[in-house]
Structure formats: structure tokens, C-alpha cells
């Protein structure tokens, strides 16, 4: 075959080093090389095809893109943000537990330890002095939970699933055997496929913000019920000497405004006076953010819709998509983490003949998790009731629980292994 030095047709494109082809006429050989090697790969990429495709490419879907890719699962990651830089404006920092952890390690996602710091102790008060205090130790745990900062969290992710070559990051959805939406609590292709998201609102809105304390919070999450009904959580940063927090406060929507344009003076006043004062004066080092808040969740999580082309598309939803909960136990993303891990493991343990797309393995995937979430969903629930209600009565009653809880021994151990994402602990 004769080796013609004549480039013809196509405009000028890059090539790998991005340095422009030449539109026609006198090539080198190294243009020629630089071109063939541009149109294979515009030529695979066209011709690619999936087993899965991921719509959502938040902190469930990346999770779960890394943990099919090692099923050797070739995935499209459908991420609408396109190429851009995980925002660092996100000033919320999630309470991870240990089953979350391991999951991220095992997908080399989760932060240094500044950007994951280790909770020794929850303190949860009341507005009566009831109390309840949960101690890693008393659990044989490392730690309770694992403050983690967002961003930090989404940069690792984003490296993951850049360096993994079974993923490829697209901006539209692909056809494949199983998509899987993970577009968050207001998913659009939830309602393409035309599942019911039932929506119960709290009435309440969470501002989150960060702030710089007088004392260290030595390794302690507190959590504030308050008498007017508003929920305050403190959660550590920055590594086990750290003195910043990360604050959700949960307050009724018609104060929600008025916080949230206040200026710094008044609102780090009334979260000292909430906090009464246990970590000294305190100082306001991000701006606020806010969400509604709100119990949901789809009626069904899987299921098949023809296409135009005559073909059936096999679905399935995780994470907020699937279900959101109030986030008073911070345990949101843990349950959605606990959705991809079990999708994952059934479709990596499928037998050889069945597609990624079968119905029945995705029917397990559902009800497996619809009984995990149960317990979980109906706690948060029943707690945000009875703390969001200010008669005199049923406040004395919560308190006189609280008590009643702190010292009831091997519930308050199960309840605290159950939000760990332990297993039952070890017998003596
Ligand atoms: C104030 C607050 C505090 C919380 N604290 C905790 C905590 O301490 N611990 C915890 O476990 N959970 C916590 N949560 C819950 C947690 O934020 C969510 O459960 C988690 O973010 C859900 O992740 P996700 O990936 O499913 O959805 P999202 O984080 O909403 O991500 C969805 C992604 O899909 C993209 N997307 C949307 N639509 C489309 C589309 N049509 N096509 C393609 N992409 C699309 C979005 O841009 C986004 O990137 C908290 C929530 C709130 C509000």
C-alpha cells in the first residue's frame, strides 16, 4: 500500500496533542498519524456501546459508575454539568458511616483525614434537659460517623471515574440494556418514566452554614431539639484538632427568610444562645445556604418502557432520586450509598445469561432496598413529628423519652449500630 502525503476533506480538527490537523494539501507523517488516531477514537466513541447508563453524575452516581466498572461493566455517566469543576460553594459537610466509608475506600474515593474527621461522641439534647449520648467506643468502633466535607468528597470522585476507562463521562442520556437515574430529589427522568414521587413537606427549611468556634469541638457532633421546635446540629471539621463546625439548622419556613438575610451579628447570636454556648463564642466563616425539607418516596424503583424504536428500556432509581428523608440523622446519601452497593453486588453476582436490564434482578434490588429504608425513613419521621410540635405536654413527654432511651441499654445500642451502618456488635 502507497503512503499518500496528500490530507483531504474534513475541516481542521485536534488531534491528541490539540494542536489543529491541516485542512488539505502537504502533511507529515506525523499529521497523518495525529488524524488516523483522531477518527478511531471519534469513530469508537461513535460505535460504543453500554451496559449501563447512569443519569446523574452527583455523589450516588459516580459511586456507583466506579463500583460497576469493577464488575468490568461499561458505563455512561450522564453529567449535564459537563466537564466543570465540582463546585466549592457547597457549604454542607455529611455525617458518613462506616458501611459509607468502606464503600468509598474500596472505590479510592474517600478524603484525607482533614476532610474526614472522626466523630468520638454524638451529644442529642433535648429542650428539658433530656439527653442521649452515643460514644464510639461503648460500640467497639473506630468511630461513630466521619464528618466529610462535600467538595472534598466530589473532587475524589470525579478523579476516580476520570481515571477509570470503563466510564465514559457523556452529556446525554445513551441507549444501554439498564439506565439508572440518580438525578436527585427532582429528577426529570423519574417523571419521563412516569413514577409517582410522593412528597411529604416538613414545613421546614435547612439552613446550612459554617462557622469558627472559641473551644475545639473535640471530635463531639451535638444536636440541639429546641423548645420552639427548630432542630441545630454542629458537626466537627477539619481533623480531630479542629475548632470549625458545619451547621444544619432546621427551623419552620416562615423564619427561614429572615435568617437567611440577616446579618452575621444576630444569627451567630441566637445559634450561641441554641448551642448554649458550649463551644464558646462563635464566628461566621461561610455564607448560608438553604433547602426545603421534605419525606419522599417513588413508588416504584425500577420497571421497562417501550421506545420509539420498538425496543423495551429497563430502568432503576437510587439515591435522592428514589427517596429523600429529613436530614435530622444525616443519613440521606448513607442510605443512597446503600442503594448502589446492593445494585451492584446483585447485578455483579447475576448468572452469565442474564441481561443487566432483567426485571427480576431488579425487582430484588427494589424490595431489598425499600425494606432497608423502611425503618430508617419511619424513625426520622416519627422523631421530626414529635420534636417539631410545642405543646407543653408532649414536650415533657419527648424529654421524659429521651431519659428513658438514654438508659435503655441494648436498644440504644441497636438504634446506634443501625445508623452506623454496623453489623450486630461482637459477643463477649
Ligand atoms: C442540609 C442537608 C444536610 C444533609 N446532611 C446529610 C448528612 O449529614 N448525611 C447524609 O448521609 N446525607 C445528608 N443529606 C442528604 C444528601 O444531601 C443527599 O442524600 C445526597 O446528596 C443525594 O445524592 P444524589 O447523588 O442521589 O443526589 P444529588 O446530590 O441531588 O445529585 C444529583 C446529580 O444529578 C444531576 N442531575 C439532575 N438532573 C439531571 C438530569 N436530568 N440529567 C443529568 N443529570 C442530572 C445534578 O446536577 C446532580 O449532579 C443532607 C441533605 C441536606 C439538604
Redesign the pocket.
Known amino acids: 500500500m502507497s503512503l499518500a502525503f496528500v490530507c483531504k476533506g474534513r475541516p481542521a480538527s485536534f488531534g491528541t496533542c490539540g494542536r489543529a490537523l491541516p485542512r488539505r494539501g502537504f502533511c507529515t507523517l506525523a499529521d497523518r498519524v495525529r488524524r488516523a488516531s483522531y477518527n478511531s477514537r471519534m469513530a469508537q466513541s461513535f460505535e460504543r456501546s453500554f451496559d449501563v447508563c447512569i443519569?446523574?453524575?452527583?455523589?450516588?452516581?459516580r459511586t456507583l459508575a466506579l463500583l460497576l466498572a469493577r464488575e468490568r461493566l461499561s458505563v455512561a455517566l450522564?453529567?449535564?454539568?459537563g466537564s466543570r469543576a465540582p463546585s466549592h460553594s457547597d457549604v454542607?459537610?455529611?455525617?458518613?458511616n462506616t458501611a459509607?466509608r468502606t464503600l468509598l475506600e474500596s472505590v479510592r474515593s474517600w478524603p484525607d483525614p482533614e476532610h474526614a474527621t472522626a466523630v468520638l461522641q454524638m451529644q442529642v439534647h433535648g429542650d428539658q434537659g433530656g439527653a442521649v449520648t452515643f460514644d464510639a467506643g461503648r460500640q467497639h468502633a473506630e468511630a461513630m460517623a466521619w464528618i466529610v466535607d462535600v467538595p472534598a468528597l466530589e473532587r475524589r470522585l470525579a478523579d476516580a471515574t476520570r481515571f477509570q476507562p470503563l466510564v465514559d463521562v457523556v452529556k446525554e442520556?445513551v441507549a444501554a440494556p439498564l439506565t439508572v437515574v440518580?438525578?436527585?430529589?427532582?429528577?426529570?427522568?423519574r417523571a419521563e418514566f412516569g413514577v409517582e414521587f410522593d412528597v411529604t413537606p416538613y414545613g421546614q427549611t435547612?439552613i446550612?452554614t459554617r462557622l469558627r468556634c472559641e473551644r475545639p469541638h473535640s471530635q463531639i457532633a451535638r444536636q440541639w431539639f429546641t423548645a420552639d421546635g427548630s432542630i441545630l446540629a454542629f458537626?466537627p471539621l477539619e481533623g480531630d484538632q479542629g475548632n470549625s463546625v458545619a451547621v444544619?439548622w432546621s427551623i419552620p419556613h416562615d423564619q427561614a427568610q429572615h435568617w437567611l438575610q440577616s446579618d452575621d451579628a444576630p444569627f451567630v447570636q441566637k445559634l450561641q444562645e441554641l448551642s448554649e454556648y458550649s463551644l464558646g463564642t462563635l464566628e461566621s466563616i461561610a455564607p448560608r445556604a438553604s433547602?426545603p425539607?421534605q419525606q419522599a418516596q417513588a413508588r416504584r424503583w425500577c420497571g421497562d418502557m417501550a421506545t420509539a424504536d420498538g425496543h423495551r428500556q429497563h430502568w432503576a432509581l437510587?439515591?435522592?432520586?428514589a427517596h429523600?428523608v429529613h436530614?435530622l440523622a444525616?443519613?440521606?446519601?448513607?442510605?443512597?450509598l446503600g442503594d448502589v452497593a446492593a445494585l451492584a453486588r446483585i447485578l455483579g453476582e447475576r448468572q452469565g445469561w442474564r441481561s443487566v436490564g432483567d426485571m427480576r434482578l431488579l425487582r430484588q434490588y427494589e424490595r431489598e432496598r425499600k425494606s432497608a429504608l423502611l425503618p430508617l425513613g419511619a424513625t426520622m419521621d416519627a422523631l421530626q413529628q414529635l420534636f417539631a410540635r410545642r405543646e407543653s405536654p408532649l414536650q415533657t413527654l419527648r424529654n421524659w423519652g429521651m431519659r428513658g432511651f438514654e438508659m435503655s441499654g441494648p436498644f440504644k445500642e441497636w438504634v446506634a449500630r443501625q445508623a452506623m451502618g454496623l453489623q450486630p456488635p461482637p459477643r463477649p
Request: net charge neutral; hydrophobic share 40%; glycine share 18%.
Open positions: 443519569r446523574g453524575a452527583g455523589i450516588v452516581g450522564v453529567d449535564t454539568a454542607r459537610a455529611y455525617a458518613m459509607s442520556p440518580c438525578e436527585g430529589r427532582a429528577s426529570s427522568s435547612a446550612a458537626l444544619v433547602w425539607l437510587a439515591g435522592d432520586a429523600t436530614p444525616g443519613q440521606g446519601l448513607n442510605i443512597g
